[in-house]
T-cell receptor, first 115, second 112 residues
Framework: NAGVTQTPKFQVLKTGQSMTLQCAQD?????MSWYRQDPGMGLRLIHY???????DQGEVPNGYNVSRSTTEDFPLRLLSAAPSQTSVYFC??????????????FGSGTQLSVL | QQQVKQSPQSLIVQKGGISIINCAYE??????FPWYQQFPGKGPALLIA?????SEKKEGRFTISFNKSAKQFSLHIMDSQPGDSATYFC???????????FGTGTRLQVTL
């Protein structure tokens, strides 16, 4: 029972480099999302998806792209990394369809440093 | 714009004491208020949640108190234990909307 799996756990990039953070869930959750966590700022929503082929922006989407080709996977792409994107990134998922399904399941995070 | 304001930023409580973390919100459309607990190196995990049709919800040593008129809610941890040392986040959401808004977090340390 893997839950939400994020890879890699740690990554160091140079400014301008691109990379993809991977997220996979095995709970058949319709909803998936990406958050970034910064000291003193809590968790801020970057992008989310309510199903395959459907994505939408969250609070801080600039500099990030997402796609949802399957129910299981929701990768986050940084096209040209900037030092301001240094953060811990969390993927989270849940079922949709009512109050009983509002519990978010989080992955263990990816710590990204952009130099 | 911080839609959910959380305080204090950090909290030190002795073992056996009561830990209290407060949150205030602005959007009156919010109708789901969860608390998440995060240990170092881990992702947040749902601890307890409340809806505005009740003023209090208790699960074991953890209690949420909710004041709809003041637009405030708080987490009380009774008989705090060293194992409760973690970061706690309050959050709020609207109906079945997907944009869960988090507070800035409270780092709790329970000392022996």
């Amino acid at each position: 029972n893997a839950g939400v799996t994020q890879t890699p756990k740690f990554q160091v990039l140079k400014t301008g480099q691109s990379m993809t953070l991977q997220c996979a869930q095995d709970m058949n959750h319709e909803y998936m999302s990406w958050y970034r966590q910064d000291p003193g700022m809590g968790l801020r929503l970057i992008h989310y998806s309510v199903g395959a082929g459907i994505t939408d922006q969250g609070e801080v989407p600039n500099g990030y792209n997402v796609s949802r080709s399957t129910t299981e996977d929701f990768p986050l792409r940084l096209l040209s990394a900037a030092p301001s994107q240094t953060s811990v990134y969390f993927c989270a998922s849940r079922h949709t369809g009512g109050p009983a399904n509002e519990k978010l399941f989080f992955g263990s995070g990816t710590q990204l440093s952009v130099l | 714009q911080q839609q959910v304001k959380q305080s204090p930023q950090s909290l030190i409580v002795q073992k056996g004491g009561i830990s209290i973390i407060n949150c205030a919100y602005e959007n009156t459309a919010f109708d789901y208020f969860p608390w998440y607990q995060q240990f170092p190196g881990k992702g947040p995990a749902l601890l307890i949640a409340i809806r505005p049709d009740v003023s209090e919800k208790k699960e074991g040593r953890f209690t949420i108190s909710f004041n709809k008129s003041a637009k405030q809610f708080s987490l009380h941890i009774m008989d705090s234990q060293p194992g409760d040392s973690a970061t706690y986040f309050c959050a709020a959401n609207t109906g079945t909307a997907s944009k869960l808004t988090f507070g800035t977090g409270t780092r709790l340390q329970v000392t022996l």
